[in-house]
């Protein structure tokens, strides 16, 4: 008789709900935040690198210059002074050129004692990587654990994310906020309530508070998610709706009150929004030849008309006025502008002028063609993303979409440039992040943590509102 020879069986995972289980489900959750630590600390080395290699102490100019020193000001008990006026030898007098918020995290690391250009970089750097785990948490929440992990990724590694974390710009902590918002957003569709509400009604105000055309949120993203909410009953969700705006409102109070004690017009989040009309509406921005049609231009939009010595929110209202009547005396022309903007901002029109534009920001041409190249590939992979993502219909598509509309909007209404994307290339590496596991998962399935379809029917204002279940840790949600 023959000698029969057993196979080897492959083990087999264990029961659900059991307490063996439950710890390999712990072991493989650990693993991943490990994995998700790891690529964190990837993506802060490389800002910290760039920065090493190309701002490390210089003098910071521009935006930059006025967080600074206003960030100095503030953590020395002085308030929002105005940095441009103060190195003018204008006097010193009260500013509120840009939202507070930037400032005064950077005022938080100067009262620590890190008061130097460097050290608020740095800082932007370290949000940078908060961006980084944000996002990865996000992706996992949308599409399981290895889409997570390739979202923080390409977030680590995406250009126009760590490009900018160096210049001590407002836009890395805008990144981290945006990403927590999206975060919020869809944790209040999956499971809607009033801590939820406040929550995402709070992100969005301080979304605002650190870059002004934020308050798009609101509209774009806020009223969108009370209306798919609605299953909870229509009065219901409205009640939320309104508890998010109220705590908007208490956060933006201080502000706004300053604000009206401060200057003769009303300034709600900040004056930069008359200059920004100026030097984005003269010849050189509505000629088609010029290398700064439908982008900005300082020099030659604002001419003798900026004065920086007046009441700011006087002046703003001032140079607000001149670009309005300046875009209504050419409204033949406005059409082809704003075509132009889009076009420019989504880079589909002229991209490598377009890079000219961002060395007048600071921006290095090889760093600004890293960007371009990545860009391209990552809307791709995008694209693939966010048809999967619909695909599954699990989890809406709108919030992610809402942040390409807030910077088409906000494009359209002053002008085109990279600065405006950060929410948008924040939402971008997630939905790559999301195409590239999709199309992994043809070939190399993963029995992780994808969520289910969620499909809940319209319920009845006196019926509780359904609980689903998620595999993994309940993230804000």
Not at 40 to 49: D, E, K, Q
């Amino acid at each position: 008789m023959s000698a029969t020879t057993l196979e080897p069986m492959e083990p087999l995972e264990p029961p659900p709900g059991t307490r063996a289980a439950r710890r390999n489900e712990a072991d493989r959750s650990k693993r991943w935040w490990i994995s998700l630590g790891v690529i964190v600390a990837l993506g802060l080395a490389l800002r910290l690198f760039h920065l090493s290699q190309t701002k490390w102490g210089t003098a910071p100019e521009g935006d930059a210059f006025y967080y600074h020193v206003q960030a100095n000001y503030i953590a020395d008990g002085r308030g929002f002074l105005d940095p441009f006026a103060a190195a003018a030898h204008q006097g010193v007098r009260q500013a509120a050129l840009h939202p507070p918020l930037f400032s005064l995290v950077l005022a938080a690391v100067s009262w620590l004692g890190g008061r130097s250009p460097d050290a608020h970089r740095v800082t932007g750097c370290v949000l940078g990587a908060g961006t980084v785990l944000l996002v990865g948490i996000l992706g996992r929440r949308l599409a399981g654990r290895r889409a997570g992990l390739i979202a923080a990724f390409l977030a680590a590694t995406y250009p126009n994310l760590w490009g900018p974390d160096n210049q001590g710009l407002s836009e890395s902590l805008f990144g981290l906020l945006i990403a927590a918002t999206l975060l919020s957003a869809y944790a209040f569709w999956r499971r809607p309530n009033g801590w939820r509400a406040a929550l995402l009604g709070a992100l969005c105000m301080l979304c605002a508070l650190t870059r002004g055309e934020a308050v798009l949120l609101f509209p774009l993203l806020l009223v969108p998610l009370v209306y798919m909410v609605r299953r909870i009953g229509t009065r219901r969700a409205l009640g939320l709706g309104v508890l998010a705006v109220l705590v908007a409102g208490v956060i933006l109070a201080p502000w706004a009150i300053r604000n009206a004690q401060t200057f003769e017009k009303p300034v709600v989040i900040s004056t930069n929004d008359g200059l920004t009309f100026m030097y984005a509406n003269c010849d050189a921005t509505y000629d088609t030849s010029s290398v700064f049609f439908a982008s900005w231009s300082f020099y030659e939009c604002t001419a003798d008309h900026y004065q920086p010595a007046r009441d700011p929110s006087v002046a703003s209202d001032h140079m607000r006025a001149f670009a309005w009547n300046y875009a209504l005396h050419h409204k033949a022309e406005l059409p082809t502008v704003l075509a132009g903007r889009f076009a420019r901002e989504w880079q589909l029109w002229a991209p490598i002028d377009g890079l000219k534009l961002e060395r007048v920001e600071g921006r290095a041409d090889s760093l600004s063609r890293m960007a371009l190249a990545s860009y391209y590939l990552l809307a791709i992979l995008a694209v693939v993303g966010l048809a999967g993502l619909r695909k599954r219909r699990g989890y809406p598509v709108w919030p992610l979409v809402s942040m390409f509309v807030l910077v088409s909007v906000t494009v359209l209404v002053f002008y085109a440039t990279f600065r405006f994307r950060m929410p948008a290339e924040v939402a971008l590496v997630v939905l790559a992040g999301l195409g590239i596991d999709g199309l992994l998962r043809r070939h190399w399935p993963v029995d992780d943590d994808l969520p289910p379809v969620l499909e809940p029917p319209l319920e009845r204002a006196d019926q509780p509102l359904t609980r689903v279940s998620v595999a993994g840790p309940e993230l804000l949600g």
